[in-house]
């Protein structure tokens, strides 16, 4: 499995640049699981009081849900990206908003300034809303999402190592 984080801050264009990478990777027929890292402290999952989470309180480490068109598997404790990693099989692994993880990663941000906080040592591209007025950022590829995803997904393609996992 390869993985590629998608990073930058609210509004910068992630889930765009996730969504039209994800949908170019499948169109060629790689298998995509994505990850999303929501950072809004009072966000959960389960419900309180709901069976499932009455379930997964006694169980203390996860509860299945299942219902007619989708199955979720919910963990008592936030894992690390790590451990996402770990117990899923795809071609590729997308992660939204993750940066506990060192993996090749794409820079979204919504001007210069803000890329500067963004990309690392491990970045391959630029995207967002800022590839909409530069074309490279310190010799990295600038790209939209929206309008340049087979490109993007081929940098991604050559660019993402297999992840050799914990």
Do not use: D, H, S
């Given at each position: 499995m390869r993985i590629i984080a998608i990073r930058g801050r609210s509004d910068s264009?992630?889930?765009e640049t996730a969504l039209?990478?994800?949908r170019e990777l499948?169109?060629?027929g790689y298998s995509v699981?994505?990850?999303k890292d929501v950072h809004q402290g009072s966000f959960s999952i389960d419900t309180p009081g709901k069976d499932s989470f009455r379930l997964g309180e006694a169980s203390?480490?996860?509860?299945i849900v299942r219902g007619p068109a989708e199955t979720s598997f919910l963990y008592r404790r936030r894992l690390s990206a790590e451990e996402i990693a770990a117990r899923v099989e795809a071609d590729f692994l997308v992660l939204?908003?993750?940066r506990d993880l060192q993996c090749a990663n794409i820079a979204c941000a919504k001007d210069e300034e803000g890329l500067a906080r963004e990309v690392d040592e491990l970045t391959i591209a630029v995207s967002g809303v800022v590839a909409?007025?530069?074309?490279?950022y310190r010799g990295l590829p600038a790209l939209s999402a929206l309008t340049n995803a087979a490109y993007l997904a081929d940098i991604v393609e050559?660019?993402?190592?297999?992840?050799?996992?914990?």
């Open positions: 264009g992630k889930t039209a990478l994800i499948r169109r060629r699981i994505a990850g203390g480490e996860a509860v939204e908003g993750f909409e007025t530069i074309r490279e050559r660019a993402t190592p297999m992840w050799e996992g914990l």
